[in-house]
């Protein structure tokens, strides 16, 4: 049974860092694009940020480009997510995601094999 399990998750004031981590199990990692979405409240689940399977690219949504980075540990079966200098309107359910369709970049959401349960982050003003 492949699990997702998210966490870090928390209550920032704006401007601040957390770091989010994805430890996955049941699936064979290294075979698998890695990437995180985020929900809003009152709006749809949007891309954040995807790694390729050996890590060596990455893709991140406009948003967040040059405030989050993605990474992962093949090893731990891990991927991380730090993020950097949050806005209120960072504030949403986190959600990391598995898929096992090769692209040089984009992560659609119709890609995405397993979802994490989610980590809630929430950013004060």
């Known amino acids: 049974q492949v699990q997702l399990a998210e966490s870090g998750g928390g209550l920032v004031q704006a401007g601040g860092s957390l770091r989010l981590s994805c430890v996955a199990s049941?699936?064979?990692?290294?075979?698998?694009?890695m990437g995180w979405f985020r929900q809003r409240p009152g709006k749809e689940r949007e891309f954040v940020a995807s790694?390729?399977?050996?890590?060596?690219?990455?893709y991140y949504g406009d948003s967040v480009a040059g405030r989050f980075f993605i990474s992962r540990d093949n090893v731990e079966n891990s991927i991380f997510l730090r993020m950097d200098n949050l806005k209120p309107e960072d504030t949403a359910m986190y959600y990391c995601?598995?898929?096992?369709?090769?692209?040089?970049?984009?992560?659609?959401?119709?890609?995405?094999?397993?979802w994490g349960k989610g980590t809630l982050v929430t950013v004060s003003a």
């Open positions: 995601a598995a898929s096992s369709v090769i692209r040089l970049s984009d992560f659609p959401r119709s890609d995405v094999n397993y």
């Open positions: 049941g699936l064979i990692f290294g075979g698998y694009s």
């Open positions: 790694i390729s399977r050996s890590g060596g690219s990455t």
